[in-house]
């Protein structure tokens, strides 16, 4: 399994950013799929999922309502639409395969995309 995350960058408060995912060595369309974000001294945390056909979206609270998962399944592809940021969103941000929201249950990750919300 190989995932590549891409798209971060610095951004001013109130910005807006999308980031994606490439996936790729695993049935795609058969996999929920979900974003993480680790601040500096932080833990991992959960951000949101998308279950397999894009049907069932769940997001934490922190992010609802400003931030989108969507999925591509075609070209096995993840997205993260980020609006109205600020400084509490600048992490490392991170896809992982799966739907589960405790990030010590996965393996495998990417070598993330950073996010930096600064004026």
């Not at 096995?76 to 896809?95: F, H, R």
């Not at 990417?110 to 996010?115: A, L, R």
Request: proline share 3%; glycine share 14%; net charge neutral.
């Amino acid at each position: 399994v190989q995932l590549v995350e891409s798209g971060g960058s610095m951004v001013q408060p109130g910005g807006s950013l999308r980031l994606s995912c490439a996936v790729s060595g695993l049935p795609f369309n058969n996999s929920d799929m979900s974003w993480f974000r680790q601040a500096p001294g932080k833990g991992r945390e959960w951000v949101a999922t998308i279950n397999t056909g894009g049907t069932v979206i769940s997001s934490s609270d922190s992010v609802q309502g400003r931030h989108t998962i969507s999925r591509d399944d075609a070209k096995t592809m993840l997205y993260l639409q980020m609006d109205n940021l600020g400084p509490e969103d600048s992490a490392g941000y991170y896809c992982a395969v799966g739907g589960q929201t405790w990030s010590l249950n996965y393996k495998t990750w990417g070598q993330g995309t950073q996010v930096t919300v600064s004026s």
